[in-house]
């Protein structure tokens, strides 16, 4: 049997450029549980639509949630990442191609990301086969931003996966895994990358998120898996937090209760970063060793010194939906159940078990999902 690891990094940056420090990682307390209580006659109002709202620029591509989502620029000008060989798209905003922009990509990409930052900038990253190695099973891809190359890795399992967001100088950070670690490349606004600096520790196969708050502060959140036919650590999360380039000693947030002996399995994971640096995080792992089809979904919160407290856990049978935090501190968690969308503390918000989006409009929590939104009020 394999036992999986996840490991969750979170980054500060304000600058580019840096070496990171060595990893130590320091212990969490063991999660708290939060019971969901549904609630379907409760304080959210739900309206129907047949469209997403455009999401309003800067947005990482954490944030988009997928790279094509349709984002805002400004000046009623809407953008998105267009087909498996990735090209920029100008869009309608409800998602109709108007015109594409070649963006250098040869073929089709197995990973793709969009983000957007300020004065309508943009950045595409994407990742590219390169050749079968002749050492097993590892191949290599090149980790691609905008037509250019920042790194070269060889995987054995997967293609690396990538995030990408803007800082408010306009720099872009790029964070991608290779086998045992998450790395990122710092490219200035000049286009010219800098070399890639190891976050921390992985596993064999990834997931990455990463969000930049308004203030400077950058979180890169990654879950991890060991692959092959044997299982051999538990799910971990992890947190890193630095600014200027100059990061801490990585934080274990939370371990795994049970093993995962799945030979194939995904955890997905969620990130917001407030304007002066609060961040809200959420992933998954399984509920019960014996019954791994039931996911635990959980969450952490970081305040403005990049530290994540103590885990909630949200359900013990779910699915990652989203989260949003604002600098005062007030936060949304939405997570799936096959009964539909749930916020905390249990509110029940639709019976529609569907991909959730969530913010805070006017101060007031929102959801978004396709088909519908809804709007909590007091």
């Given at each position: 049997?394999?036992?999986?690891?996840?490991?969750?990094?979170?980054?500060?940056?304000?600058?580019?450029?840096?070496?990171?420090?060595?990893?130590?990682?320091?212990?969490?307390?063991?999660?708290t549980?939060?019971?969901?209580?549904?609630?379907?006659?409760?304080?959210?109002?739900?309206?129907?639509?047949?469209?997403?709202?455009?999401?309003?620029?800067?947005?990482?591509?954490?944030?988009?949630?997928?790279?094509?989502r349709?984002?805002?620029?400004?000046?009623?000008?809407?953008?998105?990442?267009?087909?498996?060989?990735?090209?920029?798209?100008?869009?309608?905003?409800?998602?109709?191609?108007?015109?594409q922009?070649?963006?250098?990509?040869?073929?089709?990409?197995?990973?793709?990301?969009?983000?957007?930052?300020?004065?309508?900038?943009?950045?595409?990253?994407?990742?590219?086969?390169?050749?079968?190695?002749?050492?097993?099973?590892?191949?290599?891809?090149?980790?691609v931003?905008?037509?250019?190359?920042?790194?070269?890795?060889?995987?054995?399992f997967?293609?690396p996966?990538?995030?990408?967001?803007?800082?408010?100088?306009?720099?872009?950070?790029?964070a991608?895994?290779?086998?045992k670690?998450v790395?990122a490349?710092l490219?200035?606004?000049?286009?010219?990358?800098?070399?890639?600096?190891?976050?921390?520790?992985?596993?064999?196969?990834?997931?990455?998120?990463?969000?930049?708050?308004?203030?400077?502060?950058?979180?890169?959140?990654w879950?991890?898996?060991?692959?092959?036919?044997?299982?051999?650590?538990?799910?971990?999360?992890?947190?890193?937090?630095?600014?200027?380039?100059?990061?801490?000693?990585?934080?274990r947030?939370?371990?795994?209760?049970?093993?995962?002996?799945?030979?194939?399995?995904?955890?997905?994971?969620?990130?917001?970063?407030?304007?002066?640096?609060?961040?809200?995080?959420?992933?998954?792992?399984?509920?019960?060793?014996?019954?791994?089809?039931?996911?635990?979904?959980?969450?952490a919160?970081?305040?403005?010194?990049?530290?994540?407290?103590?885990?909630?856990?949200?359900?013990?049978?779910?699915?990652?939906?989203?989260?949003?935090?604002?600098?005062?501190?007030?936060?949304?968690t939405?997570?799936?159940?096959?009964?539909?969308?749930?916020?905390?503390?249990?509110?029940?918000?639709?019976?529609?078990?569907?991909?959730?989006?969530?913010?805070?409009?006017?101060?007031?929590?929102?959801?978004?999902?396709?088909?519908?939104?809804?709007?909590?009020s007091?």
């Amino acid at each position: 049997m394999r036992w999986i690891g996840i490991i969750i990094a979170a980054v500060a940056l304000v600058a580019c450029g840096g070496k990171a420090a060595p990893v130590k990682a320091t212990v969490t307390p063991t999660p708290t549980e939060i019971v969901a209580t549904p609630t379907p006659s409760g304080p959210w109002t739900v309206a129907p639509s047949d469209t997403r709202t455009p999401l309003r620029c800067p947005a990482s591509s954490a944030r988009a949630g997928w790279p094509s989502r349709v984002l805002a620029l400004g000046d009623d000008t809407y953008v998105k990442l267009w087909g498996r060989r990735p090209r920029l798209a100008t869009v309608d905003a409800r998602g109709h191609l108007l015109s594409q922009k070649e963006l250098g990509a040869k073929a089709p990409a197995d990973e793709r990301a969009l983000a957007c930052g300020r004065g309508g900038a943009t950045a595409a990253a994407w990742t590219e086969y390169v050749k079968p190695s002749t050492e097993g099973l590892d191949g290599d891809f090149r980790v691609v931003v905008d037509g250019r190359t920042v790194d070269t890795a060889k995987t054995p399992f997967s293609p690396p996966n990538l995030a990408v967001a803007f800082a408010p100088d306009g720099a872009v950070l790029v964070a991608y895994s290779v086998p045992k670690a998450v790395r990122a490349v710092l490219i200035p606004r000049d286009g010219k990358p800098g070399k890639p600096i190891e976050l921390g520790p992985a596993s064999d196969v990834s997931a990455v998120a990463a969000d930049i708050g308004s203030g400077g502060r950058a979180i890169v959140a990654w879950s991890t898996t060991d692959g092959g036919e044997e299982r051999n650590e538990h799910r971990r999360v992890y947190a890193v937090s630095g600014r200027a380039g100059r990061f801490g000693h990585a934080q274990r947030v939370d371990r795994a209760a049970h093993r995962n002996s799945m030979e194939f399995s995904t955890t997905q994971i969620r990130l917001a970063v407030a304007p002066n640096g609060r961040a809200l995080l959420m992933w998954s792992t399984i509920a019960n060793e014996d019954d791994q089809d039931r996911d635990t979904v959980r969450v952490a919160q970081a305040g403005t010194s990049g530290r994540f407290g103590k885990p909630r856990q949200l359900t013990d049978d779910g699915t990652v939906g989203d989260v949003a935090i604002r600098s005062n501190g007030d936060t949304l968690t939405v997570w799936r159940t096959p009964a539909g969308l749930f916020a905390a503390p249990g509110e029940q918000i639709t019976d529609k078990a569907t991909e959730p989006r969530a913010s805070f409009r006017d101060g007031k929590p929102y959801v978004e999902w396709r088909g519908g939104s809804a709007t909590r009020s007091g």
